[in-house]
């Protein structure tokens, strides 16, 4: 049984459609990624599982129940489902521990409830700061309480947005593994909403890919990455350095780097995506001319604009690769692009 089926969703807000016709579903204990670009409609989404906002049509069904079947609609409050915001959402007046007493009210007699304090706590790396303030904690020290707070309640579901979001990237990257390493000793299945494909292809068991209010896609990070379904996909995926053409006689795409196999017919307008990592220099004769437009140094490596025969690319380098804006430099393809016909989306 899997546990969350959306099948269908429609969502309007006034004359704005928002989601047209969603659906995919989540298999217990797995870690399924929304991607997709901001205002695709993925935090609409989360907040129709939730039961905060009500489809105007279609199924959200929940470990087997139809949560919003107007005979026996499941309030938010019985749905199993957990929440953490980009916003921490915090009482400024309560204490760390006190967060979590607050949250296990009602589940277990006082023992327990400090017991299960503790544990969590030590799950999340708070242990010794019982007694203090939000306001006295980091952004990450606050996001990690928030997580416990929401495993108080023992939920099967969480549901996250982009919970790393307003933090900086160096204190990003190790907060998403520490939320990937609690929820998954706590056997929790996940729903993680980003348009930050770094976080969704490190993390995710399964991805799907949002555009305009629909699933366009599914499947492994691996899957989706390496062999998109179409230009769409691709180019959401960050394959961004499109080049187009015709197919020669024996359908192969001709690009500036090179003619390779396709499925397409001779005669047939493509696009084909290189992903930025497809790039080496050439030595000597090797490669085509490329001019170089811009370069970005990113640490571990380089970004460099390129235009070969009045095509652009975004291609990675090693960072001691470093030519000038305006200069010249060879450049070789190491794999065959993602090509489909020009009229896919």
């Not at 915090?90 to 589940?107: D, N, Q, S």
């Not at 729903?191 to 976080?199: A, F, G, N, P, R």
């Not at 380098?317 to 393809?333: K, M, N, W, Y």
Request: charged residues 25%; contains cysteine; hydrophobic residues 40%.
């Amino acid at each position: 049984m899997s546990a969350l089926i959306v099948h269908l969703l429609q969502k309007s807000f006034g004359q704005q459609p928002v989601l047209r016709g969603l659906s995919f579903q989540v298999e217990p204990g797995a870690f399924t990624f929304l991607l997709g670009p901001s205002g695709c409609g993925k935090t609409t989404v989360l907040r129709l599982i939730a039961g905060l906002d009500e489809p105007d049509s279609g199924t959200i069904v929940l470990f087997g129940a139809t949560a919003n079947d107007p005979r026996s609609r499941l309030p938010p409050a019985r749905r199993g489902i957990g929440m953490v915001f980009q916003h921490d959402a915090l009482w400024p007046h309560m204490t760390v521990a006190g967060h979590l007493r607050f949250a296990l009210r009602g589940r277990a007699a006082r023992g327990e409830r400090d017991r299960e304090t503790r544990r969590l706590l030590e799950l999340v790396r708070l242990a010794g700061m019982d007694e203090r303030l939000p306001a006295t904690l980091s952004g990450g020290e606050r996001q990690r309480l928030s997580l416990a707070r929401a495993l108080a309640a023992r939920p099967r579901l969480m549901l996250l947005d982009e919970p790393t979001r307003n933090l900086d990237r160096p204190l990003a990257r190790p907060l998403r593994r520490e939320f990937a390493r609690v929820l998954r000793e706590e056997g929790v299945t996940v729903l993680y909403v980003t348009h930050d494909h770094e976080e969704a292809f490190s993390l995710a068991d399964r991805l799907v890919l949002m555009d305009e209010g629909q699933a366009i896609a599914e499947g492994t990070p691996e899957e989706l990455y390496l062999r998109p379904p179409d230009a769409r996909a691709a180019r959401l995926l960050g394959l961004t350095a499109a080049v187009r053409g015709v197919t020669g006689a024996g359908g192969e795409a001709r690009t500036p780097l090179g003619s390779y196999p396709s499925r397409l017919a001779p005669g047939t307008p493509f696009v084909a995506f290189f992903r930025p990592e497809d790039f080496q220099v050439g030595s000597g004769d090797q490669g085509e001319p490329a001019l170089v437009r811009g370069s970005r140094f990113l640490g571990a490596e380089r970004e460099i604009d390129l235009e070969i025969r009045g095509q652009e690319f975004r291609a990675r380098f090693p960072p001691e690769i470093d030519p000038r804006p305006g200069s010249t430099i060879r450049v070789l393809a190491r794999r065959a692009p993602a090509t489909f016909a020009e009229s896919a989306r």
